[in-house]
């Protein structure tokens, strides 16, 4: 079993739907963890990062950890179709980042 | 803040040539990663620095493979003998935390 897992879709959903994008993880150790956005062919870009288990918000996403379940979620409300990209959970233990495969998303004007 | 820079942005070599790639990190950041990026998976971790100490290396980093930090500042990661499966995306990350890691824009090595 991987360390993250990732559904790499792809993902397509109509403008202005809610998106949800998810990882599971086994590793307890995981401290942080982080969504990244990439776009074709560009180095990803930290979108979020959070500590404890709940919500984060900020704009149109919102980023939830269940440690228990060991399962965290990308929310993005009123998708946009400069939203479609690639997006790469991650988790950090030690200073290092384990990433997930990501999962492509398109959002369909 | 100008962001992490990355150089060359492309790089096509035959096999068996030797590659050298740099990486110039976010001026105050002490940390600095090293990626590797291939179609459909997720950036692998291959080595880090701490200033200008290599502090760990993947297993996945081979002996052909090997990273500098002189001085703290730039870094650069040399591939010897390049093999056809090197062929990749090559990102570098800096940081000031740890987890909160910033990106380059990566170059893309393609070996032939």
């Known amino acids: 079993q991987k360390e993250v897992e990732q559904d790499p879709g792809p993902l397509s959903v109509p403008e202005g739907a809610i998106v949800s994008l998810n990882c599971t993880y086994s590793n307890s150790a995981f401290q942080y963890f982080m969504w990244y956005r990439q776009y074709s062919r560009k180095g990803p870009e930290l979108l979020m990062y959070t500590y404890s288990s709940g919500n984060k918000e900020d704009g149109r996403f919102t980023a939830q950890v269940d440690k228990s379940s060991k399962y965290i979620s990308l929310f993005i409300r009123d998708s946009q179709p400069s939203d479609s990209a690639t997006y790469l959970c991650?988790?950090?233990?030690?200073?290092?980042?384990?990433f997930g495969k990501g999962t492509r998303l398109h959002i369909l004007p | 803040d100008t962001g992490v820079s990355q150089n060359p942005r492309h790089k096509i070599t035959k096999r068996g040539q030797n590659v050298t790639f740099r990486c110039d990190p976010i001026?105050?950041?002490?940390?600095l990663y090293w990626y590797r990026q291939t179609l459909g998976q997720g950036p692998e971790f291959l080595t880090y620095f701490q200033n200008e100490a290599q502090l760990e290396k993947s297993r996945l980093l081979s002996d052909r493979f090997s990273a500098e930090r002189p001085k703290g500042s730039f870094s650069t990661l040399e591939i010897q003998r390049t093999e056809q499966g090197d062929s990749a995306m090559y990102l570098c990350?800096?940081?000031?935390?740890?987890?909160?890691?910033?990106f380059g824009p990566g170059t893309r090595l393609t070996v032939t």
């Open positions: 991650a988790m950090s233990v030690d200073d290092k980042i384990i």
């Open positions: 990350a800096s940081s000031r935390s740890g987890f909160e890691q910033y």
């Open positions: 001026s105050e950041h002490n940390r």
